[in-house]
Every structure is written in structure tokens, then in C-alpha cells.
T-cell receptor, first 113, second 112 residues
Framework: DAGVIQSPRHEVTEMGQEVTLRCKPI?????LFWYRQTMMRGLELLIY????????DSGMPEDRFSAKMPNASFSTLKIQPSEPRDSAVYFC???????????FGPGTRLLVL | GDSVTQMEGPVTLSEEACLTI???????????LFWYVQYPGEGLQLLLK?????DKGSNKGFEATYRKETTSFHLEKGSVQVSDSAVYFC???????????FGGGTRVLVKP
């Protein structure tokens, strides 16, 4: 079975550029989560969706960050404009109905110069 | 709010040594507790979990017991291998797993 798929795996961009991270959850899962991992702040939940609807975006740092889930098999996290402090590893995770376990993707390592 | 505290690393061990990583939590109600493991360059994988007091989660030789009286969920393994080198995260969830709160992670390095 395919796990959570994220792309790209690595992204290097310059400050001010738009960055789009992509996630394909496990088929049949109805909850999707975006996390950010940094040395300073550890793992932080940015936003999560249930049935494609954003439920809690209180972790989104600021208006430069936006996330969408147009259908059950695809989500994006966009940063516009990007800043060096956005450099981190961004993880996507998904979960099935009634399950407690979240399944994580391999992450996207973002470096903003 | 809810929080998870785990011992800071790095923890450096020799192969076949015993490993214990302490984890304590603060939460209202009855959270479920998890240990996730992150191998170098990879995402997090569920290692084990426990959903109620006195439950013991176990997997790959690792064990952890949900202790409500001490609000703890310490991770133990009796004999570690080099392949156990990773970062270990303790976490709790409420609301049916929709909000995972992670500890800061503990890096473990096992030397041959």
C-alpha cells in the first residue's frame, strides 16, 4: 500500500518566492494534517482538514501561509512570499475515520535563502 | 493547555544496552498516548500507543505503560541495536486523534 506521498522532497528557493508543497494522503483517509518541524520549535501542527474542510488553522503562522484541499486525494500548502525563517521540514499526515493513528509522509525539506 | 515533556538528548548507548526515555504529560481528560520514531531523513512512524490507563503498548522490543497516577509514558527497550538510532517523540492526542501534541523529541545514538 502506498503511504502518504509528499512532493517535492527538497526545495531551495529565494526569499520572496512562492513555494507550494503537495501532499497525497493514504487512500480512504478522511483527515489530513500539515506539520512543520524546526530545531527551535519542534513539531507544530499548522492546519488540519476533515473531509476536505479546514477544521483548525490556528497553527498557521501568518497570512503568508495558506492550505487547500480541493479533493480527498490532494492538498497543498503554499507560502507566499517565502522568508528565510520558513526554512523547515514540512510533514503531511493522514488518518482514517475513527482511527487515532496519524500516518506521516517523508516530509519536504524547505530552504529559503 | 496540553503539553508533553520528554528527556532531552542526545542519548548515546552501546549496542545491547538498556534504553529508557522518560515522558510525562499534562492534559485534561483521558488522552491517548503515543511514541513515534523518526529515522534519519524520514517521516515519523508510529512505534506504539496506549489508549487508557494501565495499557501497555509494545512493538519491536519497545514497551511503554500508560501511568495515569504519574502522568507518564516512559519508553523502554531491554537491548538496543544500532538500527534503533533515531529520534523518538512522545505525543498525546485528544478529540479522536485530531490534535497530536508532541514532546520535543529525544535523539538516540547506538554505537556498535
Amino acid at each position: 500500500d502506498a503511504g502518504v506521498i509528499q512532493s517535492p522532497r527538497h526545495e531551495v528557493t529565494e526569499m520572496g518566492q512562492e513555494v507550494t508543497l503537495r501532499c497525497k494522503p493514504i487512500s480512504g483517509h478522511n483527515s489530513l494534517f500539515w506539520y512543520r518541524q524546526t530545531m527551535m520549535r519542534g513539531l507544530e501542527l499548522l492546519i488540519y482538514f476533515n473531509n476536505n474542510v479546514p477544521i483548525d488553522d490556528s497553527g498557521m503562522p501568518e497570512d503568508r501561509f495558506s492550505a487547500k484541499m480541493p479533493n480527498a486525494s490532494f492538498s497543498t500548502l503554499k507560502i507566499q512570499p517565502s522568508e528565510p525563517r520558513d526554512s523547515a521540514v514540512y510533514f503531511c499526515a493522514s488518518k482514517g475515520t475513527g482511527q487515532e493513528t496519524q500516518y506521516f509522509g517523508p516530509g519536504t525539506r524547505l530552504l529559503v535563502l | 493547555g496540553d503539553s508533553v515533556t520528554q528527556m532531552e538528548g542526545p542519548v548515546t548507548l552501546s549496542e545491547e544496552a538498556c534504553l529508557t526515555i522518560n515522558c510525562t504529560y499534562t492534559a485534561t481528560g483521558y488522552p491517548s498516548l503515543f511514541w513515534y520514531v523518526q529515522y534519519p531523513g524520514e517521516g515519523l512512524q508510529l512505534l506504539l500507543k496506549a489508549t487508557k490507563a494501565d495499557d501497555k503498548g509494545s512493538n519491536k522490543g519497545f514497551e511503554a505503560t500508560y501511568r495515569k497516577e504519574t502522568t507518564s509514558f516512559h519508553l523502554e527497550k531491554g537491548s538496543v541495536q544500532v538500527s534503533d538510532s533515531a529520534v523518538y517523540f512522545c505525543a498525546l492526542s485528544k478529540a479522536a486523534g485530531n490534535k497530536l501534541t508532541f514532546g520535543g523529541g529525544t535523539r538516540v545514538l547506538v554505537k556498535p
